[in-house]
């Protein structure tokens, strides 16, 4: 997502049957490999109630409804609702929903990597489908009156179930094979929904379309060795983040085991002409609004039940080879190494900016990123790998930010889609692509352990 800096300035079987969701075939992506033991999210933990989010509010608005239907994915929450009507029982439920929600993100992936019906004329590169379609199923599920008793921690688990489900965060399945040097690497890469969608709601985020198109993809190193990518996106909400959805999800892959990953990268959307690799992560949010009109100006909270450093420290720093990567040529954006961090200096003052990174004992007020979801999705992975001496590289790339084409950027009127627009999408994710194949290439050494 867009580099935010409020205070420097600088700039989320039979019941499938019955109501089928994933209407093309499934995905290389497999069954889940199991979750943490941590906090659920906060999609999770919301209050029982039918009245529907901000983010689902949206859903009524021209772009979102014109987006749905020009690919195919209109009719998703309807047919969601109407298998809901059938369920019998919480079991049932429970089996459905997870089925539901990986069944929308297969579909999704599928769509974009050319896989079953396109849908309609919207271009297949697009990841927005999924972000409506979803939003769609919450709100039916949100509404839903069962007739068979269900508590609110019930409805709160299945939101969870289908947030997770949905967004492929329990359907990470990276090769086994412990350290042996013929089986592929274990690439996991994260994206981001769209997001200032209040400004604009035609608004497309790269890093979930990257994320879409190399789900379940293999690319071959300049050495030959094959690395598979398995990816997950995350909302654009702080409530989520605090209770944990990011390391829920990561810590599975990363803990010392046969399917530990090889290299990670979360990936959001940052500023105009370039990709930044960026070299230093804050613990501090800026207080920037979100997708749920939110807003958190603090501390970055480590949930409960995960592994972390103590003192939580304020600063983490990447480990891809950044100096490398901005040398590799890998397509027509230019890749930074950004050094560049606010913060508070020892003793106290005023937040200054540093271009070549934080001073000792310091307190952070942004990262190279900023002080929004970006910059603290980049310091939890970071965080966790520290804690569980995970020793690959790993850290957050910033894609260039993705424009619509010249006289098409009013909001109102504009179209939801264009030339311009599509052809730069998939030129950032052919971008991501080259980046994490020249990471593989380039540090073979920390590859094969």
């Given at each position: 997502?867009?580099?935010i800096?409020?205070?420097a300035g600088?700039?989320?079987?039979?019941?499938?049957?019955?109501?089928?969701?994933?209407?093309?075939a499934?995905?290389?992506?497999?069954a889940?490999?199991?979750?943490?033991?941590?906090?659920?999210?906060?999609?999770?933990?919301?209050p029982?109630?039918?009245?529907?989010?901000?983010e689902?509010?949206?859903?009524?608005q021209?772009?979102p409804q014109?987006?749905?239907?020009?690919s195919g994915f209109?009719?998703?929450?309807?047919?969601f609702?109407?298998g809901?009507?059938?369920v019998g029982?919480?079991g049932e439920?429970?089996?459905y929903?997870a089925?539901?929600?990986?069944g929308?993100?297969?579909?999704?992936?599928?769509?974009?990597?050319?896989?079953?019906p396109?849908?309609g004329?919207?271009s297949?590169?697009?990841?927005?489908?999924?972000?409506?379609?979803r939003l769609g199923m919450?709100k039916a599920?949100r509404?839903?009156k069962?007739?068979f008793?269900?508590t609110?921690g019930?409805?709160n688990?299945?939101?969870g179930a289908?947030?997770?489900g949905?967004?492929?965060?329990?359907s990470?399945?990276l090769?086994g094979?412990?350290?042996s040097?013929?089986?592929?690497?274990?690439?996991v890469v994260?994206?981001f929904?769209p997001?200032?969608?209040d400004?604009?709601?035609?608004r497309s985020?790269?890093?979930?379309a990257a994320?879409?198109?190399l789900d379940?993809t293999t690319?071959?190193t300049?050495?030959?060795?094959?690395?598979r990518i398995?990816?997950?996106?995350?909302?654009?909400r702080w409530?989520?983040f605090?209770a944990?959805?990011?390391e829920r999800?990561?810590?599975?892959?990363f803990?010392?085991?046969?399917?530990?990953?090889d290299?990670?990268?979360?990936?959001?959307q940052g500023?105009?002409?370039?990709?930044?690799?960026e070299r230093?992560?804050?613990a501090w949010?800026g207080g920037s609004?979100?997708?749920?009109?939110?807003s958190?100006?603090?501390?970055?909270?480590?949930?409960k039940?995960v592994?972390?450093?103590?003192?939580?420290?304020?600063?983490?720093?990447?480990?891809l080879?950044?100096?490398?990567?901005?040398?590799?040529g890998?397509?027509?954006?230019?890749?930074?190494?950004n050094?560049?961090v606010?913060?508070?200096p020892?003793g106290g003052?005023?937040?200054?900016?540093?271009?070549d990174?934080?001073?000792?004992?310091?307190?952070?007020?942004?990262?190279g990123g900023g002080?929004?979801?970006?910059?603290?999705?980049?310091?939890?992975?970071?965080l966790?790998?520290d804690a569980?001496?995970?020793?690959?590289?790993?850290?957050?790339?910033h894609t260039p930010?993705l424009?619509f084409?010249?006289g098409?950027?009013?909001?109102?009127?504009g179209?939801?889609?264009d030339p311009?627009?599509?052809?730069?999408r998939?030129?950032?994710?052919?971008?991501?692509r080259?980046?994490?194949?020249?990471?593989?290439?380039?540090?073979?050494?920390m590859m094969?352990?």
């Amino acid at each position: 997502m867009n580099r935010i800096r409020t205070k420097a300035g600088v700039l989320g079987a039979a019941l499938l049957t019955a109501a089928p969701l994933a209407l093309t075939a499934p995905s290389a992506t497999a069954a889940p490999t199991g979750t943490a033991d941590v906090a659920a999210p906060a999609a999770a933990r919301q209050p029982a109630t039918t009245a529907p989010t901000a983010e689902e509010q949206r859903l009524s608005q021209r772009a979102p409804q014109e987006i749905l239907r020009r690919s195919g994915f209109a009719g998703v929450a309807g047919t969601f609702g109407g298998g809901l009507a059938r369920v019998g029982s919480y079991g049932e439920a429970k089996r459905y929903v997870a089925d539901a929600g990986r069944g929308l993100w297969r579909r999704a992936v599928d769509r974009v990597q050319g896989r079953g019906p396109q849908g309609g004329d919207l271009s297949r590169d697009d990841d927005r489908p999924l972000y409506w379609a979803r939003l769609g199923m919450t709100k039916a599920l949100r509404e839903w009156k069962p007739p068979f008793r269900l508590t609110a921690g019930q409805k709160n688990a299945l939101m969870g179930a289908l947030e997770r489900g949905s967004r492929g965060q329990d359907s990470i399945n990276l090769p086994g094979g412990g350290h042996s040097r013929t089986r592929p690497l274990r690439v996991v890469v994260t994206g981001f929904d769209p997001f200032q969608l209040d400004a604009d709601a035609r608004r497309s985020n790269p890093s979930g379309a990257a994320a879409l198109a190399l789900d379940g993809t293999t690319v071959r190193t300049s050495s030959g060795r094959l690395a598979r990518i398995e990816t997950a996106v995350f909302p654009v909400r702080w409530a989520d983040f605090a209770a944990g959805t990011v390391e829920r999800t990561l810590l599975p892959h990363f803990r010392r085991g046969p399917r530990q990953v090889d290299l990670f990268t979360t990936i959001s959307q940052g500023r105009p002409g370039q990709f930044d690799l960026e070299r230093t992560n804050g613990a501090w949010r800026g207080g920037s609004p979100d997708n749920a009109r939110e807003s958190r100006t603090e501390l970055v909270p480590v949930p409960k039940g995960v592994p972390t450093v103590r003192p939580q420290p304020q600063w983490t720093t990447t480990s891809l080879p950044y100096a490398k990567l901005t040398s590799a040529g890998t397509g027509p954006f230019p890749v930074r190494d950004n050094t560049e961090v606010t913060e508070i200096p020892a003793g106290g003052g005023e937040a200054v900016e540093r271009p070549d990174g934080p001073t000792p004992g310091s307190a952070a007020r942004a990262g190279g990123g900023g002080d929004y979801l970006s910059n603290e999705i980049g310091y939890r992975a970071t965080l966790l790998r520290d804690a569980v001496k995970l020793k690959v590289p790993g850290g957050h790339l910033h894609t260039p930010v993705l424009k619509f084409g010249a006289g098409n950027t009013d909001p109102a009127t504009g179209e939801v889609t264009d030339p311009d627009f599509v052809r730069n999408r998939t030129a950032i994710t052919g971008q991501v692509r080259n980046i994490l194949t020249a990471a593989l290439s380039v540090v073979p050494g920390m590859m094969e352990k």
